[in-house]
């Protein structure tokens, strides 16, 4: 099983990179690539760039990636209340490649963390209504709030049990699912 775990944040300490990052080191025999948005860099999206240059190749590269996984991990980062601008950019140049759905109905967790209560509940409830237009699969969600009391960043781990069993069991969820898928 190949697995792609993406931050979606460009953020050099981002705490959904941390999440991602563990919760990718969860799967038992899986090749695991976990990815930021940073390679991923591009000219804002704008309709007349697209028209004088095309997708870029950045945006290839990044569906190209999505394509050879058999699993997503996404955590997103919230900024007021939804993607962050680096995120967003990333899948406006994606969706624009002819013939392709940005997520290619590869199954997801989505997942998003932040240093407050709502756990990135804004971008969790934005992407869940967005992604599925452009062929997200979003089989589990989990949402960790209060960073900073609830992940070990020593350990890198997540610190509170009950949030450590729910993601576990989650994973194992999504896993078996895609032991299924592959059979």
């Not at 941390?18 to 591009?42: C, G, H, K, R, T």
């Not at 569906?63 to 899948?91: C, M, P, R």
């Not at 990135?120 to 992604?131: H, Y």
């Amino acid at each position: 099983m190949k697995v792609l775990a993406i931050a979606g944040s460009n953020s050099e300490v981002s705490m959904n990179r941390q999440l991602v990052a563990y919760a990718s080191s969860l799967f038992d025999n899986a090749e695991v690539e976990v990815i930021d948005l940073n390679p991923f860099e591009m000219p804002i999206y704008k309709h007349e760039r697209e028209l004088a240059g095309g997708v870029p190749q950045e945006a290839r590269d990044f569906a190209s990636k999505i394509d050879g996984a058999n699993l997503l991990l996404v955590s997103l980062g919230e900024h007021n209340g939804t993607y962050s601008t680096a995120f967003k950019n990333v899948f406006d140049w994606v969706s624009r490649i002819k013939d392709r759905t940005v997520w290619n109905e590869v199954p997801m967790l989505l997942m998003s963390a932040s240093p407050g209560g709502r756990g990135g509940a804004g971008v969790l409830e934005a992407a869940s209504n967005r992604f599925p237009f452009h062929g997200g699969n979003i089989v589990e969600t989990f949402s960790l709030p209060f960073f900073n009391d609830n992940f070990d960043k020593a350990a890198q781990k997540i610190s509170n049990e009950e949030k450590d069993s729910e993601l576990k069991e989650k994973i194992k969820k999504i896993a078996a699912i895609e032991i299924i898928l592959e059979k």
